[in-house]
């Protein structure tokens, strides 16, 4: 238990979730400091990082799971050890204040009081990105990309701006700067394999979007590149796995239209990178089917070791094989 306390609640399931926040009295109550008179009650002394890791985290599983109560009391305590000027107090005090909104209205109060806080302190950046997620919730995509524009003008390296961004432009059907918002996240973190296959994600996503074939058959090959970098980067990562089947199946579709081989022309069509062969494509394509169905097959199992994928995304790979078993039938 006292690790899963320590492990944000956005990377627990559910209901490892919800028992963290069942548990949240009885943590409280443990927590209360000691009768013991001083200097004994230093014995009893439990103030650590990971105490305060532990009091933020339960905030936030409180938060998931409706418990704001118990919520508020983690805030509390955290104020009291912290004081209310903390900027990371600020935020989760926002943050709880946003949760227990009961309109429109109220939301637009928590807002002016982002406002009034960076105007006192516009390098403020927990409150910064609070507004962004704030905006972004409220249905104003708009506001919230150039907020981000504005913070990452003063913070040019925040990888998790940079990733937000880019999902504000992809909701947006704005690809060009999603993929470059992404990269700009590659510069930060080289070997994120889930940022490489969600750059690949968004490059295909863009060749749907292209007219000529040469772009189209540019954009695929990169998005391919790309896969095969996520898995490179880590050899049972499912999305990357996913994209790459995706991807060289409409590779596969577009170079066996091709009736004459690659040449120079071609290449010059397709951008910089000659396109991939058929044969590599054919053999990524076997890997990509290969490695999706030992996973699904796994991992449905319930085998230790591969029981912590997101079951969402097992279903997918599961209907993607499945779709491609019926087309060779056919």
């Known amino acids: ?11 627990l399931r559910p209901a490892e ?29 439990t103030e650590s990082q990971g105490k305060w890791q532990t009091y933020e985290n339960m905030l936030l599983a409180c938060l998931r799971t409706g418990d704001n109560e118990s919520a508020y009391v983690a805030l509390e305590e955290l104020t009291k050890r912290f004081g209310d000027d903390n900027e990371r107090v600020q935020a989760l ?3 709880l204040l946003e949760s227990t909104a009961k309109d429109n209205k109220d939301l ?30 409220m249905g104003r995509t708009a506001d919230a990309i150039t907020a981000l524009t504005e913070l990452l003008d003063a913070s040019p390296i ?23 918002c992404l990269e700009e996240v590659l510069l930060v973190t080289p070997n994120a394999w889930n940022v490489h296959a969600k750059l690949g994600e968004s490059i295909y996503l863009s060749a749907s979007s ?4 040469g772009d189209r058959l540019k954009a695929l090959s990169e998005a391919m590149r790309r896969f095969c970098r996520s898995i490179e980067l880590c050899d049972d990562y499912l999305r990357g796995f996913y994209g790459l089947k995706l991807t060289t199946n409409r590779l ?24 991939p062969s058929l044969s590599s494509v054919q053999r990524l394509n076997e890997l990509a089917t290969s490695k999706l169905a030992e996973i699904v097959r ?13 079951q969402a995304e097992v279903i997918a790979a599961r209907e993607l094989l499945d779709r491609d078993t019926q087309g060779v039938q056919r």
């Not at 002016?112 to 997620?133: C, F, G, H, Q």
């Not at 796994?298 to 070791?305: A, T």
């Open 210 to 213: 292209t007219e000529s074939d």
């Open 17 to 45: 979730t919800l028992s963290i926040s069942q548990q949240a009295p009885h943590f409280f109550r443990a927590q209360r400091p000691s009768i013991l008179p001083y200097p004994l009650s230093l014995l009893t002394n």
């Open 252 to 275: 596969l579709e577009k170079l066996n239209k091709t009736s004459k081989p690659a040449t120079a022309s071609s290449n010059a069509l397709a951008g910089d990178l000659a396109p």
């Open 108 to 137: 637009e109060g928590v807002l002016k009081s982002y406002d009034d806080l960076l105007e006192e302190k516009p390098t403020n950046m927990p409150i910064r990105k609070r507004r962004v997620a704030l905006l972004k919730s």
């Open 158 to 180: 925040d990888a998790e701006a940079w990733s937000e961004l880019a999902d504000l432009y992809l909701t947006q059907g704005s690809f060009s700067q999603a993929i470059f």
């Open 93 to 95: 005090r926002g943050l």
């Open 298 to 310: 796994r991992s449905s199992s319930g085998e230790k070791g591969w029981d912590g994928y997101d």
């Open 1 to 11: 238990m006292a690790a899963d306390l320590l492990q944000p609640p956005s990377f």
